[in-house]
């Protein structure tokens, strides 16, 4: 062994994993070896390798055991020896056996039969009542439970026993597991709590894994989503040997490979551990990286209690915190990530340019593949580092249509910690929008990357349009620390001290010849000037080329030869070089970028294996990435948290779709269409509860079916999410996908499209909440187009003009659209689905008549029996309440009102996708009631209730509160003072009928 290997102390582990985790974080993931379970002291556990090695023994006659004795005495694996010999001649059965009464050593009470079934052990799986659970597997269990982002994501373990699981559950926590003896992928399992993976098997219901043919079988899709795993987390290896096994071969080729960016702790439980030289040998590329520590001297059942402790007392310091903080860094699997460059040279200018300015935002311009995402990029990750901003955000918006607002709308649901809703917010003016983003980073300096907004620059004017203009406008003119970065193809010209622009050009022939050589390509300084005029410095041209000498050195001349018959415009000149590169190609390369050239966003290998797996195994998907990576034709967005993502560089997407016909692109289409149908069939099931980020199989698979001109298909697609996603918190997502595909078909030809009006309807009531004025009226007068008779079809137009008008508080016109569709249905009796009584009885409560509305909301109920404060239905929802109470109220009934107001906010309470702007509509208006019947105090409690949410989500409905306070001002000077926390408390318990027992506050006086 190196002696100049250098090990650390456990006290060193204990603060990397406390105040490292903190400041990096990164997530962990340990993997655990049999002394986390085995016995302590006097205690039941699974036997240790000695231990098992005795009841292999007991299976065997008394004359058989002295062979058995010598294979072990030669042997430098025992284990494996003993199993070996166990399996060729009791069969794997027997071995499976071993392995379950070795576990059911760890019950309290092992049971006495010795063959135990499959079901008994199920039946002792779920219960953590009666196991025996060391010091280190309590305290994982609970460490897990305490802090499941940052322990509790995923644990592997090469042991078979369920204990991991059990102190979980112990701990109040939940946890899955995936047993893996085969082939097979850490993501092929999916539910609430900590993924535990078992990598060696389960002690029943599969088979486990001894020998080293049953370690070594090839298993390439494991190995790839072990490899991806230990490439974007911190792991941590707790008592657990190194065995020769898939889990080794991943671990090796991750640490060989200087492209990635593992962090990997090894401990060793002796103080003075001489590791066998193979295992050392396979961590060296690492431990000179710094990218692998070992640490000596580390008892796992003294190492995790001490880590549960300090993690305790950070958790009660935490939370003396008066304001809650934004996780730094954080990312979700929802968010845009920022690319990574293979080779990075020149750009110092860009960089400096960057890190020095005084103004609140820039703008990046130049060709595309001059390299503004990279430079972006960079700037980034370098403030990441220096630790200048509090929070850090990358968002793409390369998609037309809704990308941008819905870029903006997600990172405010993400700084208010969930509690602002996208449903709301999508609903409200890109100022409001501004300003609810000033407001929450006010006391903080977060860095804005917006990458790619071509689609909102005016191409005459040089400046941004639409939305991003006044977005932009809005955020400047409130002060705030933070800053914002724009990319774009397109120059922009601004004259504002508060903004910077500048463009990214070519390399120069230094940075060329710097270029050259970190790709391994050297030339000449003659060959370097030539090769530099040829492309005009194009950085990505430049780096295609000198990723091609690198791997074939002769063919430079020849290419210098073809590039003199490429020139012409940047970047057409770089599109039409890449038919050279594609020549070069081979097969697995080329079906791995046609199936990249097709997807909806950046994938996973996996999810790109998944979509291949007809074609080709999942090894050569990797393998070819790998070529691809290294020949600068896909772009790499990494994460610290999560599977790497890739993604093609614009200019090789352009190129393979210009250069392959549409019957040509549909197959690769299809294959990703069928992955999307297999999630689609699971999600349907319950697609009524599903969050936006699951419907959104159904929109992709939409746009990949209009990508594929098979538009009937489409419309399908869209009909079936049509509802969820108008009533979920991205209702943009469904106009996004409908507004493409109305662009593409032929409007005359609507007939053929079986769900076109439902499609057509949907999208227009979302564009109409959302104010899309321009947008819904030229959609209505296309749609009207369709029908130059009043046939029944006419109806569904008529409510969705009244829709149109009672949305823009028209409501005398609305009354008049809904009356017009109702007469024409009543008198010709048509059979159709269409009508428009919900918009009539809107319309008729808000124009004044609520008495001829009541009923139609009432819904065949009566209005006493609503009113009877002990019927209660929370399947009926709380709009069911919610406009029985509206029409009371605007009747003058108060009373009444208030009893419907208290079950649609019961109902709120008690649902898991409640909405935050129904509760602030819920607290102001039973503020008013409160205020009418003389409850000043209680009025006041709704009242700052209801501010505090319309803060977080609407400024100026948070205004209009704030006047209803200064209203009641002199009516409240006597009622008691309560902190936030305590009045959120109250409110809750005065809406479940329970400020008798309220703790915190005294009887609230009456004026």
Known sequence: ?????????????????????????????????????????????????????????????????????????????????????????????????????????????????????????????????????????????????????????????????????????????????????????????????????????????????????????????????????????????????????????????????????????????????????????????????????????????????????????????????????????????????????????????????????????????????????????????????????????????????????????????????????????????????????????????????????????????????????????????????????????????????????????????????????????????????????????????????????????????????????????VPASVISFLTLIWDTLELNQKLVLQTMAETVRPETAQALGDYLSSQMRFNKVTRALRALRDANLVVIKPSPQLDDLFDLHPLVREFIRKTFRLEDRVRFIDCIIAVYHKFIAIFAQDISSRPARDLRYWTENAELLIEAEKYDEAFERLSYVAYPLYSSDQPGEFSRVARILFRKIDWSNWQIYRHFDRVCGRHFRILVNLGRQDEYEALLKQYEATMPDKDARYINYCALRSHMHWTRSEFSDALKWAQMGKELKDRTNVDTQFNTEHELALAQRDVGHPELAIDHFLKGMSLESILDPDEFDENRGESYYGNTGRCLHRMGKIDEALVCYRKSALILEMSPRRHVENNGFIRTWIGELLVAKGKFCDAKLFFEAAERIWNLVSPPRAKSVGQQLQDIEALTRDCPSMGEADAERYVVAWINDRTRYFVGSSNQPEV
């Open 1 to 569: 062994m190196p002696s100049n290997i250098e090990f650390y102390d456990q006290d060193a582990l204990l603060d990397r994993l406390t105040n490292g985790v903190l400041s990096s974080g990164q997530s962990v993931v340990f993997l655990v070896g049999s002394a986390l379970t085995a016995p302590v002291g006097n205690a039941a556990g699974v036997p240790n390798v000695q231990g098992v090695i005795e009841l292999i023994k007991k299976e065997f006659a008394a004359d058989q055991l002295p062979e058995l004795d010598q294979a072990l005495q030669t042997s430098s694996q025992p284990y494996q020896t003993a199993f070996s010999y166990l399996i060729g001649r009791r069969g794997q059965g027997a071995a499976n056996n071993v392995i379950r009464r070795a576990v059911s050593m760890s019950r309290l009470l092992p049971p006495s039969d010795s063959s135990l079934t499959d079901a008994e052990c199920e039946r002792l799986d779920q219960t953590s009542d009666g196991w025996s659970l060391s010091p280190a597997a309590k305290s994982l269990g609970e460490l897990i439970a305490l802090e499941p982002k940052k322990f509790g994501e995923i644990v592997l373990t090469t042991n078979f026993d369920p204990l991991v699981e059990v102190a979980i559950k112990s701990a109040k926590g939940l946890s899955f597991r995936t047993v893996l003896h085969r082939e097979g992928n850490l993501s092929q399992t999916h539910s609430l709590g900590c993924h535990v993976v078992h990598l060696h098997g389960y002690w029943h219901g599969t088979d486990t894994l001894h020998t080293m043919r049953q370690l070594n079988q090839a298993r390439p899709r494991l190995k790839a989503s072990l490899r991806s795993l230990i490439g974007s987390k911190l792991l941590v290896v707790v008592g657990y040997g190194g065995w020769d096994d898939i889990f080794s071969a991943a671990l090796k080729e991750v640490i060989e490979d200087d492209t990635a960016r593992p962090e990997i702790i090894w401990t060793f439980y002796s103080p003075q551990p001489e590791p066998e030289s193979s295992l050392i040998e396979s961590l060296s590329p690492g431990l000179d990286r710094g990218r692998v520590n070992l640490y000596a001297g580390v008892d796992c059942h003294k190492l995790f209690p001490a880590l549960l402790s300090r993690w305790r007392v950070l958790g009660e310091r935490q939370s003396e915190q008066s304001t809650p903080a934004i996780e730094p860094s954080r990312q979700t699997s929802d968010e845009d990530r920022p690319p990574r460059a293979e080779v990075f040279v020149g750009r110092e200018k860009e960089l400096d340019q960057l890190s020095t300015m005084s103004q609140r935002a820039c703008f990046i311009t130049g060709f595309g593949g001059q390299g503004k995402s990279t430079v972006a990029a960079r700037y980034f990750e370098a403030e990441k580092e220096k630790g200048n901003f509090d929070t850090f955000v990358w968002r793409d918006c390369k998609e037309e249509g809704e990308r941008f607002e819905n870029q903006v709308i997600q990172v405010i649901v993400r700084l208010s910690g969930g509690l602002s809703s996208a449903n709301y917010l999508a609903q409200q003016k890109m100022e409001v929008l501004a300003e609810l983003l000033a407001t929450l980073t006010r006391s903080r300096k977060v860095l804005f990357v917006f990458d790619n907004i071509d689609h909102y620059v005016d191409l005459e004017k040089n400046s941004l349009v639409g939305n991003a203009s006044t977005f932009l406008a809005a955020y400047l003119s409130f002060g705030t620390n933070s800053r914002l970065i724009f990319t774009c193809r397109p120059d922009i010209q601004y004259v504002d001290s508060n903004v910077l622009t500048f463009s990214v050009s070519g390399l120069n022939l230094a940075e060329t010849g710097q270029l050259f050589a970190r790709r391994g390509a050297l030339r000449s300084p003659s060959e370097l000037e030539e090769v530099h005029n040829l492309t005009g410095g194009h950085a990505f041209w430049l780096d295609l080329i000198a990723a091609q000498v690198a791997k074939k050195p002769a063919a430079f001349r020849e290419i210098l030869v073809q590039l003199a018959s490429k020139s012409g415009a």
